[in-house]
């Protein structure tokens, strides 16, 4: 007897566990649904891979009527950046999928960059947008090395493979090199903006040129100024996008699952946990410093 309660106990898991969608709720009940995806702090690789792999999931669910990316950014990378813009364009032009961005408190450079192709863009009053252009930025600890007589010696096979070395000054031509780095992937983010923004208010790409210094606005100028569509919260975003799609009612809202806290034994045994715990680079105090070049869409 104890037996069958044993298999009747673990099928019920195993049934139950087949139901359940990344989600955090169950697949096979339901009707239409609005998917939440939030896009909270730096935007760097693991978080595009995972955004993107949010964006396909509810991108292929047919119950899914709209996507919100939920914003709470100052941007990041620039490929990071790149790889979510893309993805929510591919939903969109692919799954015929309406996708709507609310912004919190900050969506700037990159965090706006992602909302561009956005069927509808909602900030409050005192959102914090905008800031359309590009940074690269590294640490010179030439000085340093100086001080503390360590001479570099390198070895390259051309004139700008050392590019950007934090033991010595940049020459002007590199400085023209790297400015013309930043000047191609600053036309790149006023194409996206044009493109995503195109029939807004004659926002053409020399009207986003315009506004693309770097500066940041409030979500009221940014509306003002056609970045945004319109003001409203949360809550009035999900509305909004409950008519867009034809819900009528309440709509109902599923969002990823919250990642784990901490770590199982199972995670410690397994590599990618595993190195964690390992020391990789150097302490602090024997000169661990990020010294490589960056290239951002990031709002300083």
Same mark, same amino acid.
């Given at each position: 007897m104890a037996g069958v309660l044993v298999l009747g106990f673990s099928a019920v898991l195993v049934v139950g566990a087949l139901l359940m969608s990344d989600t955090g709720g169950f697949s096979g009940v339901g009707g239409d649904r609005i998917a939440v995806?939030?896009?909270?702090?730096? /935007?760097?690789?693991?978080?595009?891979?995972?955004?993107?792999?949010?964006?396909? #999931?509810?991108?292929?669910?047919?119950?899914?009527?709209?996507?919100?990316?939920?914003?709470?950014?100052?941007?990041?990378?620039?490929?990071?950046?790149?790889?979510?813009y893309r993805e929510v364009k591919?939903?969109?032009?692919? #799954?015929?999928?309406?996708?709507?961005?609310? &912004?919190?408190?900050?969506?700037?450079?990159?965090?706006?960059?992602?909302?561009?192709?956005?069927?509808?863009?909602?900030?409050?009053?005192?959102?914090?947008t905008g800031s359309i252009g590009v940074i690269a930025e590294?640490?010179?600890?030439?000085?340093?090395?100086?001080?503390?007589?360590?001479?570099?010696?390198? $070895?390259?096979?051309?004139?700008?493979?050392?590019?950007?070395?934090?033991?010595?000054?940049?020459?002007? *031509?590199? %400085? #023209?090199?790297? #400015?013309? &780095?930043?000047?191609?992937?600053?036309?790149? $983010?006023?194409?996206?903006?044009?493109?995503? *923004?195109?029939? %807004?208010?004659?926002l053409d790409e020399g009207g986003v040129r315009k506004l693309a210094d770097g500066r940041v606005y409030t979500g009221q100028t940014a509306v003002d100024n056609g970045l945004v569509d319109e003001i409203g919260n949360f809550e009035d975003a999900v509305k909004?996008?409950?008519? &867009?799609?034809? /819900?009528?009612?309440e709509p109902q809202i599923i969002t990823p699952p919250k990642p784990r806290d901490g770590f199982s034994l199972l995670d410690l045994l397994g590599e990618s946990k595993l190195e964690k715990f390992l020391p990789s680079r150097l302490p602090a105090e024997l000169g661990d410093m990020d010294t490589s070049v960056k290239f951002k869409y990031q709002w300083k």
């Open positions: 995806i939030p896009v909270e702090g730096v /935007i760097n690789g693991d978080m595009a891979k995972r955004i993107n792999r949010q964006l396909k #999931q509810y991108g292929n669910d047919r119950r899914v009527k709209a996507i919100i990316l939920r914003v709470d950014s100052p941007g990041g990378g620039v490929a990071a950046s790149q790889e979510i591919r939903v969109k032009e692919e #799954q015929k999928k309406k996708v709507i961005v609310s &912004m919190g408190a900050v969506a700037a450079s990159g965090g706006y960059y992602i909302a561009c192709p956005a069927d509808r863009i909602f900030a409050n009053p005192g959102t914090v590294w640490i010179n600890i030439k000085d340093l090395a100086a001080w503390a007589k360590i001479r570099p010696e390198v $070895f390259k096979s051309g004139e700008f493979k050392d590019t950007g070395s934090p033991t010595r000054d940049l020459t002007e *031509r590199e %400085r #023209q090199y790297f #400015q013309g &780095m930043i000047m191609e992937l600053y036309d790149q $983010f006023v194409q996206a903006v044009s493109q995503g *923004r195109s029939g %807004r208010r004659e909004q996008t409950a008519k &867009m799609v034809g /819900i009528h009612g």
